[in-house]
């Protein structure tokens, strides 16, 4: 805005300037005029009249030495030599320079080097190395000089002044020519005879001047043309042009001129002095009416400079006040529009987003701006900003909306999955045939599955899933946990982990986590591979990272993966190509868990979750002195029946238990169970074992009651074992449970040691 009216501005000083211009160069012109005038045309016009009678002096003395004495010769050149010292003085002047233009001063140049041969042509006449015509055309040249200077001189724009100026100077040049004709005849009348050049060289220059004359007449103004006709019809005019006649219509060459000095001089002199009055008298009047042409251009010069200065100047005030008016009120929409966006928009949206209700009659206050058309426009972003913040709210609701719907049913559904894990548990204990307990662990595997899904909508929907740890977990039973949500688990390989737990309110949102990258990892990669997990304590906390043997990623991908790990973006219902990443990014960001994906050397993907250091606790302070007690205990020599699952207290460590019962070999499962006393009976044959298969993972598949003793392999003793869960007290259930947990930890801290004891062998 501000750049329009500068240049506004500076196109009217421009304007003003170029104005001014013309006029002062109508100044500057009349100026220069009368400088040239002053300069140049007054003191050439003596110097012409004085070398016009040199000429003819010295042509008669050429002609005959007696008539024309030495002294009145040079008389005249005393006279000519003050005149030429005038000139060039007045011509060498400051202000003379300055008003002239270049071809002014050209041929100004010009003259001044004609006039220094003036001096070579006195001494050729001196000295009788010339003759009459060739001294006569010597002085011509010179005044023709002068001529050429006077068609330079600068004039008024006034069209009919500069005519009327033309006209004097074509009569001037006229006169020129008579005083030609003048020099020629009187050299001949002296030299007693006319030679043929002479004779045809008056020829021509007495129609050169009549010529000249009659079309410059036709020019003149009225007073001028009664004085010029008024001297056309003088006696000694008259006379002159009678005699003129004669000389150019009788045969002369070689003859004695029948005209007389006398007679001659008696008419030529009063003619040319006539002529030369009607000349200065007409260019008098000239100078009379170009006087109002040069009020005119001061007047304009006036008008022009001062007060178009005053209008340029109050122009310059009414467009700064009226800019500074615009530009307060673009500056107060641009506020506005800038506060809609960067402040008040995003705070609706940011409190929408909370629950928050939003007034939009508060949020979009009206302003105003005036009835023109910036007010038009500021009422035009009223209207915008009131559209542009109602549609963030419906936007909000129909998020919030959506997000109710989505944790609605993902209640609803985890409620189901819930009861159904629960019916599940009595059916698992009831059940006594180790088929039908497989399938009953393997539909409880899919539930649990079913509720990590359930999980995942309540996420997205931004609340937190119910599942809750009181105490700290191992974090090997965290892994173990997220493998039980895990369909492919078999494929999957779990390293020793270290003796670490981690907070128990972080339990649940790990596991999740945990689950989400190892179903990716094993979703992409090739069923005949493994997927690798592994943890380590790391400076800033623990490190678990997940490996596959799978095609990964590009590193376009990589990148945009881990920004949105990292920044946890905004569920947006278009982005559904990759869920997981956002249920893992809410995920990490509640707890401040770091998760980042990067190439893996064998040309998967490896997902690193790091665990802040005060999520992490270390495994000894997990021990109690019972615990310590318990597992210092000597091991049962019998071997446990199949195991109980465990009440639903603890719902992920059970699955976890699960996928140990289901694929890992009987001696892996180190838990205590209700000891059971065996019936004697007859002795029989030892059952053979089936040969082993094996997971993808290296271990291999458990066969129920493979490893069983032959006495224990009854169907009766499963009858006299299998107890419904109605029978048991709450004692001797918080008994098996103490057994079995004590049994893991054991089995755990052996492990542990085993590991230990390995790397001091190497």
Known sequence: MREKVVAVLVSLAALWAFAAWVTVRDGLNLLGATTIDSGVTAPAEP?????????????MRLASPGRISRKELDDQRARTDESLEAFLESISGNSVQLAASDALKSRLKDTERRLKHLESVRKDVDAGRTDRAGVV???????????????????????????DGRTLSSMFHALEFLSREDAVVSAAIVAGRFTER???????????????????????????????????????????????????????????????????????????????????????????????VAVGVVVRLVLAGLLGLVAVIASVILSITTARHLVRQLEKLRTAALELANERLPSVVQRLAMGEKVDVEAEAPRLRYGDDLIGQVGEAFNKVQETAIRTAVEEAELRQGFREILLSLARRTQSLVHRQLSLLDVMERRES????????????HLATRMRRNAENLIVLAGSTPARTWRRAVAMVDVVRGALAEVEDYTRVNVLPMGDVALAGRAVGDVIHLLAELIENAVSFSPPYTTVQVSGQLVAAGYAIEVEDRGLGMTP??????????AEAPEFNLSSTARLGLFVVSRLAERHNIQV????????????????????????????????????????PAAVPPEPVPAPRQEEQLAGARRIAVVDAPEEVVSEPAQEVVPVPSAPEPERPTPPAAFTPSGLPFRVPQASLAPALA????????????????????????????????????????????GKDDR
């Open 556 to 565: 376009e991908d990589l990148e945009e993966a881990n920004r949105r790990l």
């Open 714 to 757: 009854k169907d009766h003793i499963f009858e006299e074992v299998d107890r419904d869960e109605d029978e048991r007290s709450p004692e001797e259930i918080r008994r098996i449970m103490g057994a079995f947990q004590m049994g893991t930890k054991r089995g755990r801290s052996e492990a542990a040691k085993l590991i230990g004891e």
């Open 47 to 59: 110097l012409v009249a004085d070398l016009q009678r040199e000429r003819r002096l010295s042509a």
């Open 596 to 635: 980042s994906l990067k190439t893996s050397p064998y040309g998967g993907t490896t997902a690193i979750v790091l665990i802040p250091r005060d999520l992490v606790i270390d495994g000894g302070e997990l021990r109690t002195p019972d615990a310590e007690a318990a597992s210092r205990e000597p091991r």
């Open 198 to 292: 002479e004779h045809r060289q008056v020829t021509e220059l007495v129609g050169l001047y009549r010529f000249i004359l009659e079309q410059a007449a036709a020019e003149l103004p009225e007073a001028d043309k009664k004085a010029y006709e008024a001297w056309q019809r003088s006696p000694a005019v008259l006379a002159l042009g009678t005699l003129e006649d004669q000389i150019t219509n009788s045969r002369q060459s070689g003859r004695y001129p029948f005209v007389t000095e006398a007679q001659w001089r008696n008419a030529v002199d009063p003619a040319m002095q006539g002529l030369e009055k009607v000349i200065l008298n007409a260019g008098d009047a000239l100078v009379e009416r170009a006087a109002p």
């Open 137 to 163: 055309s010597a002085y011509n040249d010179i005044i023709d000089s002068f001529f050429r200077v006077y068609d330079a001189v600068a004039t008024l724009d006034d069209e009919q002044v500069a005519k």
């Open 433 to 444: 045939d180790p088929a039908g307990l497989k399938d009953l662990f393997r539909i409880d």
